[in-house]
Antibody, heavy 119, light 107 residues
Framework: EVQLVESGGGLVQPGRSLKLSCAASGFTFSNYGMHWIRQAPTKGLEWVASISPSGGSTYYRDSVKGRFTISRDNAKSTLYLQMDSLRSEDTATYYC????????????WGQGVMVTVSS | DIQMTQSPASLSASLEEIVTITCQASQDIGNWLAWYQQKPGKSPQLLIYGATSLADGVPSRFSGSRSGTQYSLKISRLQVEDIGIYYCQQASSAPDTFGAGTKLELK
């Protein structure tokens, strides 16, 4: 069974940094693309970033390019999201998700971690 | 970015009723569409992918269809455990985009 457990969220001031982690188990982590998707309070879902199985390719939505960095450690089956220069509009629950090899759909999701950017 | 216009925004239905939710894509996305269910306080779960394929473990009362650039999710006989918010997602063109969601409640 796919298990994804996010951690590292919290309250942070605008302009500061935060690093999220997502520990994976129940599947061969190194075989699948991984993604971060966020959901602002009472809002819908928004894709944030993706990384290929090897980590060699990364993709970001325009609003986080240059501020967020997605990475992975396949030996530790862990996904990361380094978030720098945080803004109030980054306030959201962040979910990590696996595409299970589909490349296009999110077949497994974590429980989410809340990030609040406020002074 | 491709816009996904989902309707209705909210829906109240009775147990055993047939429920239909639609998503209109702003351009051709082929069959690159998925539906997710998000129960209260939980993370989203994949229901349908490829517009019509049922994800593993999803009850057969859920089905997806396509007519041109309009996509539909149908629940054939609404159950209590189906209450939540439903989202469509297009995976045809980066960035992936989601519909705004349909909140499904019991009447």
């Amino acid at each position: 069974e796919v298990q994804l457990v996010e951690s590292g969220g919290g309250l942070v001031q605008p302009g500061r940094s935060l690093k999220l982690s997502c520990a994976a188990s129940g599947f061969t982590f190194s075989n699948y693309g991984m993604h971060w998707i966020r959901q602002a309070p009472t809002k819908g879902l928004e894709w944030v970033a993706s990384i290929s199985p090897s980590g060699g390719s990364t993709y970001y939505r325009d609003s986080v390019k240059g501020r967020f960095t997605i990475s992975r450690d396949n030996a530790k089956s862990t996904l990361y999201l380094q978030m720098d220069s945080l803004r109030s509009e980054d306030t959201a629950t962040y979910y990590c998700a696996t595409d299970g090899g589909t490349d296009y759909y999110y077949v497994g999701w974590g429980q989410g971690v809340m990030v609040t950017v406020s002074s | 970015d491709i816009q996904m216009t989902q309707s209705p925004a909210s829906l109240s239905a009775s147990l055993e009723e047939i429920v239909t939710i639609t998503c209109q894509a702003s351009q051709d996305i082929g069959n690159w569409l998925a539906w997710y269910q998000q129960k209260p306080g939980k993370s989203p779960q994949l229901l349908i992918y490829g517009a019509t394929s049922l994800a593993d473990g999803v009850p057969s009362r859920f089905s997806g269809s396509r007519s041109g650039t309009q996509y539909s999710l149908k629940i054939s006989r609404l159950q209590v455990e189906d209450i939540g918010i439903y989202y469509c997602q297009q995976a045809s063109s980066a960035p992936d985009t989601f519909g705004a969601g349909t909140k499904l409640e019991l009447k």
